[in-house]
Nanobody, 117 residues
Framework: QGQLVESGGGLVEPGGSLNLSCVASEMMFSLYTVAWYRQAPGKQRRELVAYINRFGTTNYTTSVEGRFIISRDNAKNTLYLQMNSLKPEDTAVYYC??????????WGRGTLVTVSS
């Protein structure tokens, strides 16, 4: 059974930076596209923040483009999200996600990022 475990969240002031990590286990991590989602307080839907495929091609939602960087280290089975110039509207629980097949999908438990002065 695959598992994703996020870390690195916390409280940061506007304009600050955080680096999130997601460690994968019990899966062929290097083969899959992996993504970061977030769910803001009071919202029911999770928003796709960024994803990276197995070739290293990346894609970002418009609101984070130029501020966030997604990367992966396949040797460490780890996904990263470097978040810069953070804004209060970036406050959310950030989740790691991957889809092995249409019927096999994994979510981490999330890590809370709070941007506030």
């Amino acid at each position: 059974q695959g598992q994703l475990v996020e870390s690195g969240g916390g409280l940061v002031e506007p304009g600050g930076s955080l680096n999130l990590s997601c460690v994968a286990s019990e899966m062929m991590f290097s083969l899959y596209t992996v993504a970061w989602y977030r769910q803001a307080p009071g919202k029911q839907r999770r928003e796709l923040v960024a994803y990276i495929n197995r070739f290293g091609t990346t894609n970002y939602t418009t609101s984070v483009e130029g501020r966030f960087i997604i990367s992966r280290d396949n040797a460490k089975n780890t996904l990263y999200l470097q978040m810069n110039s953070l804004k209060p509207e970036d406050t959310a629980v950030y989740y790691c996600y991957t889809e092995v097949t249409m019927n096999v999908k994994y979510w981490g438990r999330g890590t809370l990022v709070t941007v506030s002065s």
